[in-house]
């Protein structure tokens, strides 16, 4: 998997006492998702914002596994991050699901408090209107722009990651509900539903939402699923 091995260029930190490496892949991925943005004052805006709800998403997985006794460290790379937990004792699906939902649960609260915050402050917020000619120079309209990359990313990344398709949250979770209710391959029910949902929202976005970024990456999904059922015959 690309940006897991570390390297001499990962930076280290600890967030209430969780490590946390940060691949170079990381910041890579990051500016080319944003790479359409008009200014590489908006581009390093995303990036940050980018770093923030990911990280945020993360800490959601990792202090939940914590809380049940499971050392956890953060990794972010190219695309997404991992919350990676050592679970040597007590580990039941539930206690699964609860992780894999706390984190775009995180994502839900932050989203929240931007949403509280660009209310009380007045900011009536919307990306298209923007004209960045006119604005590019108003702090105002950076202000506008992070709050609007917080609200996409907390928002609509958390309802994406809860498709029920590995590997999203949405897939764990239903790989392990179908474990708690003792269904026959939990594993392989799980990747049937992802490769059938992640199938039709590839054609709805390629066909209906001229998507094709957002479809390539379902169809992606789609065939990781197709490619790990075959690999289970």
Request: charged share 10%.
């Amino acid at each position: 998997m690309i940006g897991i091995d570390p390297t001499p260029f990962d930076v280290r930190l600890v967030a209430f006492g969780i490590p946390i490496r940060v691949h170079p892949s990381f910041w890579l991925g990051s500016i080319l998702f944003g790479s359409n943005l008009a200014t590489s004052q908006l581009v390093f805006i995303w990036v940050v914002c980018a770093f923030i709800s990911i990280l945020i998403h993360e800490l959601g997985h990792a202090l939940t596994a914590e809380s049940f006794g499971w050392p956890t460290e953060i990794v972010m790379y190219f695309g997404g991050g991992l919350a990676i937990s050592r679970r040597n004792r007590g580990d039941t699906p539930w206690r699964s699901i609860l992780v894999s939902l706390m984190g775009p649960c995180a994502g839900f609260m932050l989203w929240g408090l931007v949403f509280l915050v660009k209310h009380l402050m007045g900011l009536n917020h919307n990306l298209h209107a923007m004209d960045n000619d006119e604005s590019g120079n108003d702090y105002r309209f950076y202000l506008l722009s992070a709050v609007g990359f917080l609200s996409f990313m907390n928002l609509y990344w958390g309802l994406f990651n809860l498709l029920p398709v590995l590997p999203l949250d949405g897939g764990y979770i239903l790989e392990s509900f179908c474990e708690a209710m003792r269904f026959r391959d939990p594993s392989g029910l799980a990747l049937k539903v992802g490769a059938i949902v992640s199938g039709a929202a590839a054609y709805y976005l390629f066909t209906k939402m001229q998507q094709p970024f957002a479809g390539a990456l379902m169809l992606m999904l789609c065939m990781q699923s197709v490619g790990a059922l075959q690999t289970k015959r």
